[in-house]
């Protein structure tokens, strides 16, 4: 006998559900082998505590932090945390001066040095180098665009990642006579200054902490030490910068070449002052023509000029690598600080909820899970086994996608998406008794067991996708305007809800399909949860029902179960047939 379409979709579902769970638990165990990953969750920072580091501003004698610029530091801080690939951390005010940072578990190195490079990001003039501008080196020159415009600069391939602490200004000479007249002006230079500059050693550099002035010159070095810089002041400000990336340098015909390099974007204002910047520059020569990006008092980069940016898009190229060239973009998108800060202490951080409050979570999902079966099994009877293997690939597949998405996008799982999951336990039973309560009405109209699978199935299915977007709508809005753990619950909320949608399709749906065909239920067990006496309708056949008739006792009770259970439209339609018949009946046309 041939196996019947149904069935054939049935089993071509299934199929694709085992590869789903197959290549999950794959790559699960893949990571566990290739990065050692865990094949559990992380866990969140309420959950397994962490690591606290207090950020302490620098400031200018005189100087105050407001606010405003707290809560800007807030937020770009928490941008670099994020780009990292660290979740649930927590980044807070504390006494309207200093920053905490917490993140679960133990950070990794470049972590710490995104959060701890936390000194403001300065564009300055060079004055001075005690190394000649190298030959051939990077330079500022017009952007290969597509079309062959646009602005670059270049720069050589000083890209480590910054020191913790600013620098101490070494004490400037006093503002000279005559007056510098813009700030690449040599009259900068002191003699004090002079003096300064040939004794100054590189490896102390991080050892001073006070903030260089932003209106005098200061001296400075390379990352490596490789180069001493005498600078000029503060000409362009990091906080201009409204984005900066990495990619390959396009040549002058707009093809892409094997070079790596950094974009960067200024706002409005950042494109003026650095049109102004390169328009002087490129009539200086030597170390003049070149200027610095500053980052935490240190250079991380100082290309020469050989063109004036006009469009505020300049690129930087260099010696370059991907990892590198990355590494200073980074440092220019989240280093733009509106004030210095320098790490004030590090310490490690138990979990604020703990163990206790995980293992009660879990076991309010126990109990959740042990309500939802009882109430299928007492409402669906052996059909409420289903409801149970449905809940169970549910869980799987939920418990592989949050161990994946630890291991790939460094989730971590809080108390709040815990809760999330314990929510999802009663959006999944919902789909499965909207489906089955679509079969059991199909079943009430007369059809087949499986006729009513097929028809019941195409009524459940558009409940169950309104029902699902709306819930995942929420889900990213709640995600989106949130923070902290409450984007815990809005993740695990929407990842639930998808897996909803492919458990009920692919397994829930499939199951029923060949269920059908079984004597247990398309005979209408009493047990099976689809006894047609229990459903108001009387059994003529294998899964074959006809409209009740007239009947006392229990089978009266059950007629009236399925009246109660009619539509208004259903009984509009029987009490008109009721009236044709009577009125036959009296006419005597059909006696």
Same mark, same amino acid.
């Given at each position: 006998?041939?196996?019947?379409?149904?069935?054939?979709?049935?089993?071509?579902?299934?199929?694709?559900?085992?590869?789903?769970?197959?290549?999950?638990?794959?790559? @699960?165990?893949?990571?566990?082998?290739?990065?050692? /990953?865990?094949?559990?969750?992380?866990?969140?920072?309420?959950?397994?505590?962490? +690591?606290? $580091?207090?950020?302490?501003?620098?400031?200018?004698?005189?100087?105050?932090?407001?606010? %405003? !610029?707290?809560?800007?530091?807030?937020?770009?801080?928490?941008?670099?945390?994020?780009?990292?690939?660290?979740?649930?951390?927590?980044?807070?005010?504390?006494?309207?001066?200093? $920053?905490?940072?917490?993140?679960?578990?133990?950070?990794?190195?470049?972590?710490? %040095?995104?959060? !701890?490079?936390?000194?403001?990001?300065?564009?300055?003039?060079?004055?001075?180098?005690?190394?000649?501008?190298?030959?051939?080196?990077?330079?500022?020159?017009?952007?290969?665009?597509?079309?062959?415009?646009?602005? &670059?600069?270049?720069?050589?391939? &000083?890209?480590?990642?910054? %020191?913790?602490?600013?620098?101490?200004?070494?004490?400037?000479?006093?503002?000279?006579?005559?007056?510098?007249? @813009?700030?690449?002006?040599?009259?900068?230079?002191?003699?004090?200054?002079?003096?300064?500059?040939?004794?100054?050693?590189?490896?102390?550099?991080?050892?001073?902490?006070?903030?260089?002035?932003?209106?005098?010159?200061?001296?400075?070095?390379?990352?490596?030490?490789?180069?001493?810089?005498?600078?000029?002041?503060?000409?362009?400000?990091?906080?201009?910068?409204?984005?900066?990336?990495?990619?390959?340098?396009?040549? &002058?015909?707009?093809?892409?070449?094997?070079?790596?390099?950094?974009?960067?974007?200024?706002?409005?204002?950042?494109?003026?002052?650095?049109?102004?910047?390169?328009?002087?520059?490129?009539?200086?020569?030597?170390?003049?023509?070149?200027?610095?990006?500053?980052?935490?008092?240190?250079?991380? #980069?100082?290309?020469?000029?050989?063109?004036?940016?006009?469009?505020?898009?300049?690129? $930087?190229?260099?010696?370059?690598?991907?990892?590198?060239?990355?590494?200073?973009?980074?440092?220019?998108?989240?280093?733009?600080?509106?004030?210095?800060?320098?790490?004030? #202490?590090?310490? +490690?951080?138990?979990?604020?909820?703990?163990?206790?409050?995980?293992?009660?979570?879990?076991?309010?999902?126990?109990?959740?899970?042990?309500?939802?079966?009882?109430?299928?099994?007492?409402?669906?009877?052996?059909?409420?086994?289903?409801?149970?293997? #449905?809940?169970?690939?549910?869980?799987?597949?939920?418990?592989?996608?949050?161990?994946?998405?630890?291991?790939?996008?460094?989730?971590?799982?809080?108390?709040?998406?815990?809760?999330?999951?314990?929510?999802?336990?009663?959006? $999944?039973?919902?789909?499965?008794?909207?489906?089955?309560?679509?079969?059991?009405?199909?079943?009430?109209?007369?059809?087949?067991?499986?006729?009513?699978? %097929?028809?019941?199935?195409?009524?459940?299915?558009?409940?169950?996708?309104?029902?699902?977007?709306? @819930?995942?709508?929420?889900?990213?809005?709640?995600?989106?305007?949130?923070?902290? /753990?409450? !984007?815990?619950?809005?993740?695990?909320?929407?990842?639930?809800?998808?897996?909803?949608?492919?458990?009920?399709?692919?397994?829930?749906?499939?199951?029923?399909?060949?269920?059908?065909?079984?004597?247990?239920?398309?005979?209408?067990?009493?047990?099976?949860?689809?006894?047609?006496?229990?459903?108001?309708?009387?059994?003529?056949?294998?899964?074959?029902?006809?409209?009740?008739?007239?009947?006392?006792?229990?089978?009266?009770? #059950?007629?009236?179960?399925?009246?109660?259970? !009619?539509?208004?439209?259903?009984?509009?339609?029987?009490?008109?047939?009721?009236?044709?018949?009577?009125?036959?009946?009296?006419?005597?046309?059909?006696?």
């Amino acid at each position: 006998m041939a196996t019947t379409s149904p069935v054939r979709k049935a089993w071509r579902s299934l199929i694709w559900l085992i590869v789903i769970v197959v290549g999950l638990v794959a790559l @699960n165990v893949g990571s566990m082998l290739w990065s050692n /990953n865990s094949l559990t969750p992380k866990l969140a920072l309420d959950l397994e505590g962490g +690591t606290q $580091i207090i950020l302490e501003p620098q400031l200018e004698s005189g100087q105050t932090v407001s606010q %405003e !610029q707290l809560d800007q530091a807030v937020a770009i801080i928490r941008q670099r945390v994020d780009a990292t690939g660290v979740s649930e951390s927590e980044i807070t005010t504390q006494g309207g001066r200093n $920053i905490i940072v917490a993140i679960p578990g133990t950070p990794d190195n470049d972590t710490m %040095e995104r959060i !701890q490079a936390s000194a403001k990001l300065e564009f300055r003039p060079v004055l001075r180098a005690d190394v000649p501008t190298p030959q051939g080196g990077a330079s500022v020159e017009p952007t290969p665009a597509p079309d062959g415009g646009g602005d &670059s600069t270049a720069a050589p391939d &000083s890209t480590a990642p910054a %020191e913790s602490a600013a620098p101490e200004t070494p004490a400037a000479g006093e503002t000279p006579s005559p007056q510098p007249t @813009n700030a690449s002006d040599l009259a900068w230079i002191t003699p004090e200054l002079e003096s300064q500059f040939a004794n100054f050693d590189c490896s102390s550099l991080d050892e001073l902490t006070q903030v260089p002035p932003s209106d005098k010159p200061f001296i400075s070095c390379e990352e490596d030490g490789s180069v001493k810089y005498i600078l000029g002041p503060v000409e362009v400000s990091g906080e201009t910068i409204t984005d900066a990336t990495s990619g390959l340098v396009p040549d &002058s015909r707009g093809f892409t070449t094997n070079e790596w390099g950094v974009f960067i974007t200024f706002n409005e204002t950042g494109t003026r002052e650095f049109r102004a910047v390169t328009e002087r520059l490129i009539g200086l020569s030597g170390t003049q023509n070149q200027f610095a990006i500053v980052l935490d008092g240190k250079v991380i #980069s100082a290309p020469t000029t050989q063109a004036v940016i006009t469009d505020g898009k300049p690129m $930087i190229s260099g010696n370059f690598t991907q990892e590198s060239a990355k590494r200073l973009a980074d440092q220019l998108k989240f280093g733009a600080l509106p004030i210095g800060f320098q790490v004030e #202490s590090t310490n +490690t951080i138990s979990a604020t909820l703990g163990a206790n409050q995980l293992h009660s979570g879990l076991i309010a999902g126990v109990i959740g899970m042990i309500l939802v079966v009882v109430y299928s099994l007492f409402q669906y009877r052996t059909l409420g086994l289903v409801t149970v293997a #449905s809940l169970i690939v549910a869980a799987i597949i939920t418990y592989l996608v949050i161990t994946l998405l630890s291991w790939r996008e460094g989730y971590r799982l809080s108390l709040a998406g815990v809760a999330g999951l314990i929510v999802a336990i009663g959006i $999944i039973a919902d789909s499965f008794i909207v489906y089955f309560e679509r079969i059991r009405d199909e079943l009430r109209d007369g059809r087949s067991l499986e006729g009513a699978v %097929e028809a019941g199935w195409k009524r459940a299915i558009r409940t169950v996708l309104a029902s699902d977007t709306i @819930n995942f709508l929420a889900a990213v809005v709640l995600f989106l305007v949130a923070v902290g /753990n409450v !984007q815990g619950f809005a993740f695990t909320l929407g990842i639930t809800t998808i897996i909803d949608l492919i458990v009920v399709s692919l397994f829930t749906h499939p199951m029923l399909q060949l269920l059908a065909r079984t004597r247990f239920f398309g005979g209408g067990h009493p047990w099976s949860g689809l006894d047609p006496q229990a459903l108001g309708a009387v059994y003529r056949g294998r899964a074959q029902f006809r409209a009740p008739v007239a009947a006392t006792g229990r089978g009266a009770r #059950s007629s009236r179960e399925a009246q109660r259970r !009619q539509t208004i439209a259903e009984r509009k339609a029987a009490e008109q047939a009721g009236v044709g018949a009577g009125e036959r009946d009296s006419s005597g046309k059909d006696a």
